[in-house]
């Protein structure tokens, strides 16, 4: 069964300190990775996405890296702002065999950075 | 939020009400995708559409009904059928099925 976990559930964090939040997937056969961030009452954003080949890609401030091996993905952001206060999810799809891509969503990290 | 608008923001229905949200891009995506939200939960796939006049059931179809008659347009109906409406719902397209999706700001559905 596909499955995507992220830890930790919630954090809070100084502004200014940097963060990385978890997600460990099985999904298979991999296809691709992505970040978002949802703003509470609002859909999702991405942040990055990456394939089977790409470790590493960043966004501004947002770093995410993938272990293809280890099934392991990471978010890390740097100097964090009060509007880093968030839900951040994990998204990995699946190769397709014809028809929808298997897309499977993490349940989330809620960040809330305090002044 | 894009190109995608979704209405209205906050809806309220009496429990075996029919109730239809709405979801319009203007992106020229050909693929829509309708998603609900639970605490504590991933986003979960109602169903989805490739191409105008076709769509397929998601992962959780039961008690929701959808039309594509037209590229920018992808309602969604919510029926008396559905055991728990209460949630945030929401709506997506991409480019092409398969690429990165873009999504609505949600429609967060109350029936009591």
């Known amino acids: 069964k596909n499955q995507v976990e992220q830890s930790p559930q919630s954090l809070i964090i100084l502004e200014g300190k940097n963060c990385t939040l978890q997600c460990n997937y099985t999904v298979s056969p991999f296809s691709n990775l992505r970040w978002y961030k949802q703003d509470t009452g609002r859909g999702p954003v991405s942040l990055t996405i990456?394939?089977?080949?790409?470790n590493t890609k960043s966004n501004g401030r947002y770093t995410a890296t993938l272990d293809a091996d280890t099934k392991q993905s990471s978010l890390h952001i740097t100097a964090s702002q009060l509007s880093d206060s968030a839900s951040y999810i994990c998204v990995v799809s699946a190769r397709p065999f014809g028809g929808y891509q298997k897309v499977t969503f993490g349940t989330g990290t809620k960040l809330q950075v305090i002044p | 939020d894009g190109g995608i608008t979704q209405s209205p923001k906050y809806l309220f229905r009496k429990e075996g009400q029919n109730v239809t949200l709405s979801c319009e891009q203007n992106?020229?995506?050909?693929?829509m995708y309708w998603y609900r939200q639970d605490p504590g939960q991933g986003l979960r796939l109602i169903y989805y559409?490739?191409?105008?006049?076709?769509?397929q059931k998601g992962d959780i179809a039961e008690g929701y009904s959808v039309s594509r008659e037209k590229k920018e347009s992808f309602p969604l109906t919510v029926t008396s059928a559905q055991k728990n409406p209460t949630a945030f719902y929401l709506c997506a397209s991409s480019a092409r099925l398969h690429y990165e999706q873009y999504f609505g700001p949600g429609t967060r559905l109350t029936v009591t």
């Open positions: 990456m394939t089977f080949s790409e």
């Open positions: 992106l020229n995506h050909d693929a």
């Open positions: 559409s490739q191409i105008v006049n076709d769509f």
